[in-house]
């Protein structure tokens, strides 16, 4: 599976490969990177895809709230 889950629809669909760099990244951090290409996502287990998700959430949040404290920044 090279793309995000087809149950989860993404609010932009450009952001797609952006997502998907992401959920890679977060995997090589993770050190699962060498399991996803053994074993291929299907064969991933539940507890390596929510690590991988969590890990997402919690960049995400971290990307969002720099790009709200440089907004806050640049209206001063």
């Known amino acids: ?16 490969s952006a997502m998907d760099q ?6 090589q951090d993770l050190g699962l990177d060498d399991d996803i290409q053994n074993r291929g996502w299907e064969n991933m287990t539940t507890r ?3 690590k991988i998700g969590g890990n997402m959430v ?11 404290a440089n907004q ?5």
């Open 22 to 27: 992401l959920k890679y990244e977060v995997a």
């Open 48 to 50: 390596e895809v929510g």
């Open 1 to 16: 599976m090279d793309s995000l889950s087809n149950n989860n629809r993404l609010l932009n669909p450009k952001a797609r």
């Open 58 to 68: 919690k960049r995400m949040i971290a990307i969002a709230e720099q790009q709200m």
């Open 72 to 76: 806050q920044n640049a209206q001063k």
